[in-house]
Structure formats: C-alpha cells, structure tokens
C-alpha cells in the first residue's frame, strides 16, 4: 500500500474527506495522526482544511446558551438564582422521592444520603463497598451536584428542573447528609464554598512513565 494509512482521524478529518471536492479556498489546517510510511510508528500530519464545508448554520446565542449548563467544581457555570432546604424538601417529595426512598436513603435507586462512619476510603477495595457510594461519603464538591441534577434528574424528565429548583433540591441534599444545616440557603456564591466530606480523599494520578489514560 503506498498511501499512508490513517489510524486515527478526528471528525475533523471525517468532513474532509466528504467535502475536499469543493472548490473552496484551501486556508486552514488540521493535524492527523498517520502511520509513518514503511513502519508502524504514528506521526503527526499536517492537513489543509477548506475554510468553509458548505453545509450547516453558525449557531446562535440562544442554541449555544441551551447547551452552554455545565457547573465546574470552583463554580463557574453556576445561574443566578437561590433555593433552600425547606423548598427542596418538597420538590424532593414530588419529583425525587419515588425513585430515591422518602429519605434518600431508601432507594429503589441510588442511595444518595449517608456518612462513611469507618476511617479511610473503602470504595473500590471490597465489593461490599461498591453500593455504598452517597453524596456524604463520595463527591467531592458540592458544585458537582448542582451539575447533575440539573442535566440528568429526575431521571424520567431530565432538563424539566429550574434553577430555584436544583438549588434548593442541593440544600435539601446537603442538609439530608449533615452537610449543612435546616436554614441554609444556596446560591452561585454560597455553593461553592461547601466543602464536602471526601474532598480531600481523592488523590491527582500523577504517576510518569509507561503509557497514559486520562
Ligand atoms: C425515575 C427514577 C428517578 C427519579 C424520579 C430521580 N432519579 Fe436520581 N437517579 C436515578 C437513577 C437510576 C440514578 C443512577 C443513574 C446512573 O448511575 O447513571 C440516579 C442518580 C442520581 C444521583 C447520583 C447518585 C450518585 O451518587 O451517583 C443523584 C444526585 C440523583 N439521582 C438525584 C435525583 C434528584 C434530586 C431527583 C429529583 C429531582 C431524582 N434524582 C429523581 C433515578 C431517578
């Protein structure tokens, strides 16, 4: 085989290969990974891209806000609004309950209420452990819950959930995991200074050498 083969292409190089046909002008580049000709060995390749495709639409502000929920751990991302234990304990009650036990300890579904009483960081050594994982014992910031309700609970109608909502259904999570007391009341800038429980348990892989999975 004379052409180099392509191990790898990002979706990048998938468009490419559909639309290099048009006569657009030739101005950007991609790089690709391909496989050293005559050996096995991966190199990086540098490809011209067209500076449009042709097809598709520039987004708007409005369709890139939609997408644009992500909460990251330090808070960034979070809306401006406020919610409260006593409110989240009855949207829990109408929207959660069902599938997480009247306490959110009860199941059917994930346990999300629970303190890990025993020293250390049991989770992943014993299967008697896996189950065990809660909001109290496991994650490490409390940003992160906000994160996942609101893009993925409740589980029968995810995205249904506005902000004062998961705001308060996060107090009422915290509160429920002796996180934070009955009259607290979260917003973008009280959340984030939660420290939870595990924070500290989880450690940065920063192990060199051999090969790397991130
Ligand atoms: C129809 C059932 C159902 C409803 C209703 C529901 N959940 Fe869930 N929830 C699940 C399931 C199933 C999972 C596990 C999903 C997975 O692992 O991918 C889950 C996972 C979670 C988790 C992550 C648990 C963990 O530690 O991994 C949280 C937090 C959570 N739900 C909160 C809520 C909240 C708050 C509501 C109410 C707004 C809600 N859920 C409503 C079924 C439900």
Not at 45 to 62: I, K, M, S
Not at 83 to 104: D, E, L
Not at 145 to 153: E, H, K, S, V
């Amino acid at each position: 085989m004379n052409r180099p083969l392509v191990l790898s292409i990002v979706c990048v190089g998938c468009l490419l290969e559909v639309c290099c046909w048009q006569a657009t002008p030739q101005e950007a580049t991609t790089v690709v990974m391909q496989t050293k000709e005559g050996t096995t060995e991966p190199e990086m390749v540098q490809q011209e891209l067209p500076v449009r495709f042709g097809f598709g639409q520039r987004a708007t502000r409005a369709e890139i806000a939609a997408w644009d929920i992500d909460v990251r751990p330090d808070g960034q991302g979070l809306p401006a609004a406020a919610g409260t234990v006593a409110q989240g304990r009855s949207i829990y009650a109408q929207k959660c309950a069902a599938c997480h036990g009247p306490t959110g300890k009860e199941g059917p579904f994930d346990v999300l209420v629970g303190r890990e009483p025993r020293e250390g960081f049991p989770f992943g050594k014993s299967m008697e452990f896996f189950r065990q994982k809660t909001i109290g014992n496991y994650w490490p910031y409390s940003t992160t819950l906000y994160d996942y309700i609101q893009r993925a609970m409740p589980q029968n109608q995810p995205g249904s959930l506005q902000a004062h909502e998961v705001y308060s259904l996060v107090a009422f999570l915290l509160y429920q995991n002796e996180i934070i007391g009955p009259d607290a009341r979260l917003d973008a800038q009280s959340l984030p200074l939660i420290r939870m429980p595990a924070r500290d348990r989880f450690v940065r892989d920063n192990r060199q050498g051999g090969v790397t999975f991130r």
